[in-house]
């Protein structure tokens, strides 16, 4: 299906829980390889499938806290669980623990412990990720797979982190993915603990060309971080920062820093030759919510890599940054409560 761009909408605003009121919902399972999870769950009723909300770096399941008023409101299941390495999810230290297939078993282990079925994954950021390993490694516990800002992934069985940052520098005219190397450093936590606000301005940008030059080049966000740089937020995000500033204040960045040191190893590569053959083509009906003011999460590379391996993509892209739930909360609803009516009718 050819991409097409949502523009604002104007819909009747959805009565949200309180962010209190959300955390007090969460549940605690230990899943099989022993780490406890502190996710969100609602029963789904009757006719209706389960959602499976997975975030990315550096948030928390309240990150959908804008789906999951409205999607529960309308009787939609819900699993929504703080990433390994956030909130009240365990945080083990080694990187290799957040190998995407393992994280993807961890899913599936909650979701049978609920014992729901009709479930659609939905990741964003590095929740996408994780909802590419289930894709490839668990195809048949969901009906559909959505992505958000980050694409659909086929599995990487070879090309390094460097190799990477060439191909992304040849296709796009610029290298997207130069903050990895700082991310993935040894004193990575360290640094963006000493300069917090700077951290923050970087990442919840209001102008987007702050992150194609102080983010995106290797070696420039370290140097904006450390110079205590300061560029204007984008408002949409403070209600979520004042939680996550907090947070993660709090327990440190070292959890979250690992799916950066995974996603530069050789461990990853490694990981990616778990998936079979037949299972890098999706089968099952694929939504792609690109970010269309999103530099870093570019909806070209998103939308390139569903027309190869998604023949059931549905794409859409919102006039919106990375910070998507936040920046076009009725947009993303509406166009997604389409797309599963679509797949579940």
């Known amino acids: 299906m050819l991409p097409r761009r949502i523009k604002a909408l104007t819909l009747p605003n959805v009565h949200h829980q309180t962010m209190e009121s959300l955390l007090s919902s969460f549940k605690q399972f230990k899943v099989s390889r022993g780490f406890n999870y502190h996710y969100f769950f609602s ?5 209706k499938p389960t959602l499976l909300m997975m975030h990315g770096f550096p948030s928390l399941a309240i990150d959908w806290h804008h789906q999951i008023t409205f999607f529960k409101a309308k009787g939609y299941g819900l699993v929504v669980p ?5 909130g009240g999810t365990d945080k083990p230290e080694e990187y290799t623990q957040y190998l995407h297939s393992l994280l993807a078993q961890d899913m599936v282990d909650i ?34 797979f959505g992505f958000f800002a980050v694409g659909y992934s086929a599995p990487n069985t070879s090309t390094t982190y460097d ?7 040849q296709f796009l005219g610029y290298n997207t993915f130069g903050y990895w190397e700082f991310f993935a450093s040894p004193d990575a936590g360290e640094v963006i603990l000493k300069h917090s606000e700077s951290f923050w301005d970087v990442l919840y940008t209001k102008d987007t060309r702050t992150s194609k030059y102080n983010m995106c080049p290797p070696g420039a966000i370290r140097v904006f971080i450390e110079s205590d740089s300061r560029t204007p937020r ?3 995000m403070d209600q979520l920062h004042r ?13 979250p820093l690992n799916y950066y040191k995974v996603a530069v190893s050789d461990e990853e590569l490694e990981d990616g030759k778990k998936a079979p053959l037949e299972n890098y083509k999706v089968q099952k009906p694929v939504f792609i919510g690109c970010t269309g003011r999103d530099v870093v999460c570019v909806p070209a590379l998103a939308q390139a890599t569903a027309r190869q391996f998604c023949p059931q ?33």
Do not use: C
Request: charged share 20%; hydrophobic share 45%; glycine share 8%.
């Open 43 to 47: 029963a789904a009723t009757a006719g």
């Open 82 to 86: 703080d990433m390994l390495g956030y």
């Open 163 to 169: 190799q990477l940052q060439a191909q992304l520098t």
């Open 111 to 144: 979701l049978d412990h609920e014992a729901v079925t009709d479930v659609i994954a939905l990741g964003h950021d590095w929740g996408s990720r994780t909802a590419s390993a289930l894709a490839h490694l668990h195809p048949d516990r969901f009906i559909g």
């Open 243 to 255: 939680i996550y500033d907090k947070e993660f204040t709090k327990a440190g960045f070292g959890g």
């Open 313 to 345: 993509a549905t794409i859409e892209t919102f006039d919106a940054g990375h910070w998507v739930f936040s920046q076009a909360p009725n947009e993303v609803n509406s166009a997604l409560e389409k797309w599963i009516n679509s797949i579940v009718a």
């Open 234 to 236: 984008d408002p949409a």
